[in-house]
Structures are given as C-alpha cells and as structure tokens.
C-alpha cells in the first residue's frame, strides 16, 4: 500500500540559507500535518491543511512557511535558516472526513550548519 | 488543546512482561490514536479507539479509553526487545499535538 513519501531524506544546509522539504500524502487523504522533532524531544506540531487550506497552526516561526497544491502534495518552506532548526521534520496525512488515523512519513532531516 | 500526556516517563521491563502506559489528553475527541516511534524514525501508527469504544484489541495490543476520566491505556502484552521504542497518543483529528511519550525499555 502507499505510504507518505518525503522528500529528501536527508539536507544539509548552511545557516541563512533556504530549504524546501516535500510531503506526498497517501492518495485520497485530504489532511496533511507537518512536525519538527528535535534531539530527544517529542514532535512539534507545526502546521495542517485540510483540503487544500490551512487548517490549525502551531509553534511553526514566521521564517517557515507551508502550503498544500492542488495535487495535495504539501511542500514546508524554511528560510534564513538557523542552527535550532536542526531537526527531523515528519509529514502525516490522514482522511479526517472519515476519521481515521494519521499515517507519518519517514521524516527529512535537516542539518544546518 | 487535545495534546496527549503519557505516563509513565520511562518503563523498564524484561522481555516477556507486560508494559502499560497511560495517556491523558484535555479536551473531547472523536477518537485516541496510539503511535510508537524507534529511535531517529518515523511514527508508527499502532491502533486507533473511537470516543464510543471501551477497549480494542490488536494482536499484543489493548487499548482502553475511558472519556469519562479523559484517559486511556496501551498494555503490551509477551514484550519483545523488539518493543523497546517511544510511545506516544493523541487525540482529535486537526492537530494530533502529541506530549512527551513513554520510552519504553524491554530487556532480553
């Protein structure tokens, strides 16, 4: 079955530069989240679209931003990158007209240096 | 906020014990949603227990939901090393905010 596809897997950027990380969420979920998990720490809700629009924000920084297209693959966005911003980034996709439950994908992580 | 609270911290146990954690979250939900996490990779999802539902089963998995007390239970039953993860539990369905997860250790 079809799973949720990240891309890259792995990025190294340097700090203030920009990043882009892809989400292809399994065909016909019309939710998708993105998390930040640091070192040790638990994931951080960022940011979901239901439907193509935003739908609840969390503790995602003003330098990130993220949308959902038309085909409802989402791409995060994260400029003037920092040293904190090392971390793995987890895309989810669920059909919350159903309510069924999120599946997460491998994850991107990111390293700034 | 439906942000999920597991407890314990951390669980240490030998193989072949049992392993209960506990959540607990702060708002309704339609549903609770089990996930384990291994070391530096993706969530997993184990199971999902609807707001109607008591109990559910999975193979070595249990789940119970009580939203009266707005708690529920993952009790892994014959643990294997294999188990040894992070779990965690959310609720809700718009921002599945997951708290600090229970890191669980099964010794061979």
């Known amino acids: 079955a079809a799973g949720v596809i990240q891309s890259p897997r792995h990025l190294i950027k340097e700090k203030r530069e920009t990043a882009t990380l892809k989400c292809y969420p399994i065909?016909?979920?019309?939710?998708v989240y993105w998390y930040q998990q640091g070192p040790g720490q638990d994931p951080q809700f960022l940011i979901s679209f239901y439907e193509k629009m935003q739908s609840d924000k969390g503790s995602i920084p003003d330098r990130f931003s993220a949308q959902q297209f038309s085909d409802y693959h989402s791409e995060l966005n994260m400029s003037s990158l920092e040293l904190g911003d090392s971390a793995l980034y987890f895309c989810a996709s669920s059909f919350r007209g159903r309510g069924t439950e999120a599946f997460f994908g491998q994850g991107t992580r990111l390293t700034v240096v | 906020s439906q942000q999920g609270e597991e407890d314990p911290q951390a669980l240490s146990i030998q193989e072949g014990e049992n392993a209960t954690m506990n959540c607990s979250y702060k708002t309704s939900i339609n549903n609770l949603q089990w996930y384990r996490q291994n070391s530096g990779r993706g969530l997993v999802h184990l199971i999902l227990?609807?707001?109607?539902?008591r109990e559910k089963h999975s193979g070595r998995l249990r789940v119970t939901l009580d939203t009266s007390k707005k708690s529920s239970s993952l009790l892994i039953t014959a643990s294997r090393a294999a188990d040894t993860a992070s779990y965690f539990c959310?609720?809700?369905?718009?921002?599945?905010?997951f708290g600090k997860g229970t890191k669980l250790t099964v010794n061979p």
């Open positions: 065909p016909r979920h019309d939710t």
């Open positions: 959310t609720g809700g369905s718009e921002k599945l905010v």
């Open positions: 227990i609807r707001s109607n539902e």
